[in-house]
């Protein structure tokens, strides 16, 4: 059977963007699915943006405590309108740098869910209107869309040295 591409990676997050590269620099024809930004949770929901409101406290917090070093902080003001356009601004700018460095690798991206038809063909399903888009082959496929954390019971566990960790 011909394939389209060598690998499509289904998900451009830290891991998928990861892989595509790499495969893509050992000479295999690539495409990445993504169905938001890319960069995935860390760039676009996480840690970025928590570690520009973290910078952004912090700087309040040392203004606050600055008059022993002789600075009067008078008058500050915090507009979060501008602290979150900020914030916005950084992470588009992030996943625009992930795009071009897809792009010039030669990665074909598409926007969209990925749906496997068999195990080597996938449909690319619009994220709004759930219409497929495209249908795409290749030889391997890796799926790397990250998870959502989960509480489950101790009872979950079958090892009988979990359930006996509340009497020690």
Known sequence: ???EFDLIVVG?????????????????????IEANQIGGTCVIRGCVPKKLMVYA???????????????????????????LKN??????????LHRNSLKKLNITIFEG???????????????NTKKIKNKISSKKILISVGCKAIVISKSFFVIPAFNEIDTI
């Open 87 to 96: 914030v916005r601004e950084e992470v588009s700018r992030l996943s625009n």
């Open 12 to 32: 451009a997050g830290s891991g998928g963007l990861a892989a595509a590269k790499r495969a893509a620099r050992y000479g295999a024809k690539v495409a990445i």
């Open 1 to 3: 059977m011909e394939f």
């Open 57 to 83: 406290a912090k700087s309040k917090k040392n203004m606050d405590s600055s008059e022993g070093y002789g600075l009067k902080n008078e008058g500050i003001n915090f507009e979060s309108n501008i602290l």
């Open 113 to 127: 869910l990925g749906r496997f038809i068999t195990q080597n063909e996938l449909e690319i399903i619009c994220s």
